[in-house]
T-cell receptor, first 114, second 115 residues
Framework: GENVEQHPSTLSVQEGDSAVIKCTYS??????FPWYKQELGKGPQLIID?????GEKKDQRIAVTLNKTAKHFSLHITETQPEDSAVYFC?????????????FGAGTRLAVHP | DAGVIQSPRHEVTEMGQEVTLRCKPI?????LFWYRQTMMRGLELLIY????????DSGMPEDRFSAKMPNASFSTLKIQPSEPRDSAVYFC?????????????FGNGTRLTVT
């Protein structure tokens, strides 16, 4: 089955700097790669996703890149703000029973210091 | 849109007791998922339903865990008997099919502590 590894486990940056989180996956058949943000006491929320037919996607200060050959994808946050502080999870989809079952990485705790 | 609603938010119980967690998915969503989150194992998929029917329960850890979805607006996850190692945050999530890669909408979770 699919296995997703995520690095780093913790990341500390100064406000205004960029943050990069990287993930690798094992199943070459995976074709959907979402990123979720989890704030304290809340459930994960989708912030951006990318499909395998696209190499890069951007939404304001957030961008995701995908390298299918190397089986890795990354989240880039530019001009970080304190409200970006949260735990971020990458995921990859593995087909099961007609639905693309998501397998999550272990998470990255991002701290943005003013 | 009220989002996915889970209850209770916190549950503290003694080992051996029965625990029931509840979930109300977003209206109209036809997939419902139960996840467990721990520091050691991260987010684990326990079971998911499509149109109230369990599709994949391969993530359910043991026979002590059971899940039901009696109708489109309600699901339960039951642990009987509970053990300290079941302590975790349990999330329910729902989504709408039509696009196979539709995003999951998570509830705010139930933090379970078994003493």
């Amino acid at each position: 089955g699919e296995n997703v590894e995520q690095h780093p486990s913790t990341l500390s940056v100064q406000e205004g700097d960029s943050a990069v989180i990287k993930c690798t996956y094992s199943d070459s058949a995976s074709n959907y790669f979402p990123w979720y943000k989890q704030e304290l006491g809340k459930g994960p929320q989708l912030i951006i996703d990318i499909r395998s037919n696209v190499g890069e996607k951007k939404d304001q200060r957030i961008a995701v890149t995908l390298n299918k050959t190397a089986k890795h994808f990354s989240l880039h946050i530019t001009e970080t703000q304190p409200e970006d502080s949260a735990v971020y999870f990458c995921a990859a989809s593995s087909l099961s029973g007609g639905y693309n079952k998501l397998i999550f990485g272990a998470g990255t705790r991002l701290a943005v210091h003013p | 849109d009220a989002g996915v609603i889970q209850s209770p938010r916190h549950e503290v119980t003694e080992m051996g007791q029965e625990v029931t967690l509840r979930c109300k998915p977003i209206s109209g969503h036809d997939y419902l998922f139960w996840y467990r989150q721990t520091m050691m194992r991260g987010l684990e998929l326990l079971i998911y339903f499509n149109n109230n029917v369990p599709i994949d329960d391969s993530g359910m850890p043991e026979d002590r865990f059971s899940a039901k979805m009696p109708n489109a607006s309600f699901s339960t996850l039951k642990i009987q008997p509970s053990e300290p190692r079941d302590s975790a945050v349990y999330f329910c999530a729902s989504t709408l099919s039509g696009a196979r890669n539709s995003p999951l909408h998570f509830g705010n979770g139930t933090r379970l502590t078994v003493t």
